[in-house]
C-alpha cells in the first residue's frame, strides 16, 4: 500500500512541496545554494512557514542570486529587517550575505554543485525507511559537509540544517519506502555533468 511521508500534510502547500520537489535531486549550483539559505532560515522554525514566505524571500533577496547578494552590506541588512514578509533575523540576513561570499568562491573554484555531489559520489544516496521515525535528523555525513561548508566560510549550516537540506535536494532519497515519491525520485537521479 502506498501512503505519503507522514510530515507532508494536512496542509496543501506542503502536500505539493513533497509530490513535487522534495527528495528530487538539484543539480544548479544557484538552486542549491537557495535550498540551503533557506534551511538556514527555517532554524528554529516550522518548515512550512518558510514554504509561506518563499516568494517574499525570493523578492527581497533578489531571486537568491549569491552574485548580487556577495555584495550587499550594511544598508541591505537593515532594508531587509524592516521586510515583514520574510524572517527578520539579523544573523541570518548577515550570514546570507556572507554565505553569497563563500558560495562564489566554492563556484569559481570547482562548481557549489560539484562541491556537494562529490559527497555521494554524484549519485543520490538511496535510504530503506519505512517508517519516517527511524529517520535521523543528522548523519556522519551531514556532519562532514557542515564542517566542510563552516570552513568555507558558511554559517547557520549546522549538521540537523544540512540533513535537512540533503533531503530536500536529493543528495539522499529519504521518501520512506512506502511512499510513491521514493521510486518517482530515484528514477530521476543521474549523474551531474563532469
Not at 502506498?2 to 527528495?23: F, K, L, M, V
Not at 537557495?34 to 528554529?44: M, N, T, V, W
Not at 561548508?149 to 536529493?170: D, Q, S
Request: some cysteine; overall charge negative.
Amino acid at each position: 500500500m502506498s501512503e505519503r511521508c507522514g510530515w507532508a500534510g494536512p496542509e496543501q502547500i506542503y502536500i505539493d512541496y513533497h509530490d513535487t520537489e522534495w527528495g528530487v535531486p538539484e543539480y544548479d549550483s544557484r538552486a542549491l545554494w537557495e535550498k540551503l539559505i533557506l534551511d538556514g532560515f527555517q532554524a528554529g522554525l516550522s518548515w512550512i512557514t518558510i514554504l509561506k514566505k518563499r516568494e517574499n524571500f525570493r523578492a527581497a533577496f533578489e531571486g537568491f542570486d549569491p552574485h548580487m547578494i556577495a555584495e550587499w552590506g550594511d544598508e541591505d541588512v537593515e532594508r531587509l529587517l524592516q521586510d515583514p514578509g520574510i524572517i527578520r533575523h539579523r544573523g541570518k540576513i548577515e550570514a546570507t550575505i556572507g554565505n553569497a561570499r563563500a558560495w562564489a568562491e566554492i563556484e569559481a573554484r570547482e562548481g557549489f554543485d560539484r562541491f556537494l555531489w562529490n559527497y555521494v559520489d554524484g549519485m543520490p544516496l538511496r535510504t530503506t525507511f519505512s517508517d519516517r521515525a527511524d529517520i535521523p535528523t543528522q548523519s556522519p555525513l551531514s556532519a562532514q559537509i557542515s564542517k566542510d561548508l563552516k570552513k568555507a566560510g558558511f554559517r547557520f549550516c549546522g549538521p540537523t540544517i544540512v540533513y535537512a537540506f540533503m533531503e530536500a535536494t536529493g543528495l539522499f532519497n529519504n521518501h520512506i519506502t512506502t511512499c510513491p515519491r521514493h521510486d518517482a525520485c530515484a528514477a530521476l537521479a543521474r549523474s551531474p555533468a563532469v
